[in-house]
C-alpha cells in the first residue's frame, strides 16, 4: 500500500480500489480468491435448506478488550446461522470506510475476521468495499452477511418454546457490553472485563445432534440482553417465561460495573451467549454439552416455561418476589455492536 | 410510528426498535414475515450452484433522478447476481441510519426497495437496523446481500472472454452517474438525465437460454464505468479489446455534461447496463433480444476481443486513431453508489 490511511480513491472502483483489494484485503482475508473477481461468488450445490441472515456492525470503539469489530462480525453472522440450526457455510463482508482510518488498524480488523471465520469453519467468499469522506462515517461499519445450511430434522425457532421447557445459557451475561462501555469511556474497572464475542456454530451442532427435538428455541441475546431476547420468544411461542435471579451466572466485575453505573445486566449485550429452550428431561443432557464446551464452562439453567400466559416474563428475585420483564425501552448503550 | 425522525433507541435492539420493525420497516417492505422473526431467514432447498453476492450503498445524494438509494440496492445486488448467471432467489437488508433521518424518507427508500425487488422477482427476506448518532453517519447507508441459484450450464466468467468475441452494451453509458452529479451539485442542465438503474436479471436469463455457452462473460459497469470493467476483464480473460468510439452509445445530455465538466463517460458510473461478451456468430442475436427487451432500448455491439494482448484495452477514436483505456486513477465522482 502506498499510503498509510485510507483515501477517497480506495471507494472508487478503479486503480487505487484494486490496489487496495489486492494488496491489503483480499490477502488479509485471505478467502477472496484475486484469480476469480466476479460479481458474485459461485458455491457449489446443497443438500437441505438454507439460512441467510444479513448484520451490519458499527459498534464505538472498533477495539475493545478481548475482540474488535471484525472477529464481533463473524461471530455474530455465524450465531445467527447457528440459532436457526444451520450449519454456516458462506460469509459476505461488506466493508464502509472513512477517508482516513489508518491502514494498520484496517489489516488488524481484516486478519482477526480471517481468523474468527477460520475458527467457526466458515468461507469468506464475496466482499464490496466503500469508501467515505471524512465525516461521514465513523471509521469503519462492516456488514457480514451469511449463507447455512439445515441437513437435519430439528426444528429449532424462537415460536416453538413449550411449556415445562428449561431455559439454559452458556454462561455469564453482560460481559460484551460492559468491556465496550468500559472501554469506551475509558473507565478504570478494578478488574479488566473483556468482551465474551465467540463462535457458536460448533457448540449448537452438538445440541442438535445429541437432543434432536428436544431441543426447541435457540438465540443470542444481543443487543437488549438476555431480557430482551426472553420477552421476544415469549411473544413469538405465546408463552410465559420465569427466570431465577439467583441462577444467573454473572462476572464479579461485570456486576459491580453494573452496579456502579446503574445498569441492569439483563439488558446488556453478550457476543457469545444463547439462550437454549429444551425439554424438561434434556435439560440435564443439555447443561452437561454446554459445561463440557469450551464457550459453556459458566452455563447454567436459570429458568423455565412456566404457563400459557402469552408474552410474559417474569423474573423471581434473590429475596423471593416476583419482577415483570419488559423489553429494554429506549437506548442504554448506543453502539454497542 | 411516535416520532417523525429515527432515534438512537430506534436501533437499541429494544422496544423502539420493535416499534420501528413492526410499524414501519416490515410494513413497507413487506417480505419480511412479522411472525417469524427469527436471527435468520430459512429458505426451500435449492438445486443448482448457489451465487452469493453483497454490496454496500452510500451514495450520496439518497433521492436523485429516476431513483434512490434504495431501489438502486435492490437493483445492484440483483444485477451483480445476474453476471454470473444466477437467478435471484432472495436478498437481505441491512441499514444503517443516522438519528435524525425524517422517518417519511426512510418510508419512501423502503417503498421503492419493494417495488424494486417485486419488479425483479425476488423476496427480500431478512435483514438489520442500526442507527447512529448525528454527525456518524450521512443520512442512510444500505447493504443489500443475495442470494442466487445456477440452474443451468452456461459458463459466465469475466475469465472467459475469448479472441474474436464480439462486446455488447444495452443501451446509453453515463447516465447514473451524472444523473447523481448533477443533482448533488444542483447543476441546471438543459434537459433532465435520469439514472439508468434498472433490474437486469430478467433480460439475463432469456440471454442466457438463447445463447447457451455462446454467451461467455458479463459485468455491469458500475463505479469506474465502462472503461473501468472492459480493463477487468481484459486482465482476467489475459486479452486484448478494441472498443469503437463512434459505436458507444450516449445519451446527448450526458455527453454535453460530461463535455461542460470534463468528463469521460467511459469512467463514469451506469447502474442499469450490462456488457455482454458473446461469440461472433452469436452478436447479432444477443443484439435483437437485448433492443426488443425494456431495459436494452439502445444497445450496441460496441467492440470486439482483438488479441491476447492481455489485460489490454483500446479505443479506436472517431478520427481514426488508437486510444490505451487504463483504469480510473483516482477518485472521479465520490459515492456514486
Redesign the interface.
Known amino acids: 500500500m502506498r499510503s498509510d490511511v485510507i483515501?477517497?480513491?480506495h471507494?472508487?472502483?478503479?486503480?487505487?480500489?484494486?490496489e487496495l483489494l489486492d494488496e491489503l484485503i483480499v490477502p488479509a482475508l485471505s478467502g477472496l480468491g484475486q484469480?476469480?473477481?466476479?460479481?458474485?461468488?459461485?458455491?457449489?450445490?446443497?443438500?437441505?435448506?438454507?439460512?441467510?441472515?444479513?448484520?451490519?456492525?458499527?459498534v464505538?470503539p472498533i477495539f475493545f478488550p478481548g475482540g474488535n469489530i471484525g472477529d464481533l462480525a463473524i461471530h455474530g453472522t455465524v450465531?445467527?446461522?447457528a440459532?436457526?440450526g444451520?450449519r454456516p457455510i458462506?460469509i459476505?463482508?461488506?466493508?464502509?470506510i472513512e477517508e482516513g482510518l489508518a491502514v494498520h488498524e484496517l489489516r488488524a480488523i481484516l486478519e482477526s475476521m480471517r481468523a474468527a471465520s477460520r475458527q467457526a469453519g466458515v468461507a469468506i467468499?464475496?466482499?464490496?468495499t466503500?469508501?467515505?469522506?471524512r465525516?461521514?462515517?465513523?471509521k469503519i461499519?462492516i456488514?457480514t452477511?451469511?449463507?447455512?445450511v439445515?441437513d437435519h430434522d430439528v426444528q429449532i425457532?424462537?415460536?416453538n418454546a413449550r411449556v415445562g421447557d428449561k431455559i439454559l445459557i452458556n454462561g455469564t451475561i453482560g460481559d460484551h457490553g460492559m468491556a465496550v462501555l468500559a472501554s469506551r469511556e475509558g473507565l478504570q474497572l478494578e478488574s479488566c472485563i473483556t468482551t465474551d464475542s465467540a463462535p457458536l456454530n460448533n457448540m449448537v451442532e452438538v445440541l442438535v445432534e445429541k437432543l434432536g427435538n428436544q431441543l426447541h428455541a435457540l438465540?443470542?441475546p444481543?443487543?437488549?440482553g438476555v431480557a430482551?431476547t426472553l420477552k421476544?420468544i415469549a411473544v413469538?411461542s405465546r408463552v410465559e417465561i420465569t427466570l431465577q435471579e439467583t441462577l444467573l451466572p454473572i462476572n464479579f466485575a461485570v456486576a459491580g460495573a453494573c452496579g456502579i453505573l446503574g445498569l441492569d445486566p439483563l439488558?446488556v449485550?453478550n457476543e457469545g451467549k444463547l439462550l437454549a429452550f429444551v425439554a424438561p428431561e434434556a435439560a440435564e443432557q443439555a447443561l452437561s454439552i454446554m459445561l463440557s464446551h469450551v464457550h459453556g464452562k459458566h452455563a447454567a439453567i436459570i429458568g423455565e416455561v412456566t404457563s400459557t400466559a402469552a408474552g410474559k416474563v417474569r423474573l423471581r428475585t434473590a429475596i423471593g418476589g416476583l419482577r415483570a420483564i419488559?423489553?429494554?425501552?429506549?437506548?442504554?448503550l448506543?453502539?454497542i455492536c
Not at 11 to 18: A, D, F, R
Not at 35 to 58: C, H, I, K, M, P
Not at 130 to 133: H, S
Not at 326 to 331: D, N, R
Open positions: 483515501l477517497l480513491g471507494g472508487s472502483g478503479g486503480k487505487l480500489s484494486h484469480s476469480d473477481q466476479n460479481d458474485a461468488a459461485v458455491l457449489a450445490a446443497q443438500q437441505g435448506l438454507l439460512a441467510f441472515t444479513t448484520d451490519s456492525y458499527v464505538d450465531n445467527d446461522l440459532m436457526v444451520a458462506a459476505s463482508v461488506g466493508l464502509i467468499v464475496t466482499g464490496d466503500k469508501v467515505v469522506p465525516g461521514k462515517a465513523d461499519f456488514n452477511s451469511g449463507i447455512g439445515i425457532s424462537g415460536s438465540r443470542d444481543t443487543r437488549g430482551t421476544e413469538q439488558f449485550a419488559e423489553m429494554l425501552a429506549g437506548e442504554q448506543p453502539r
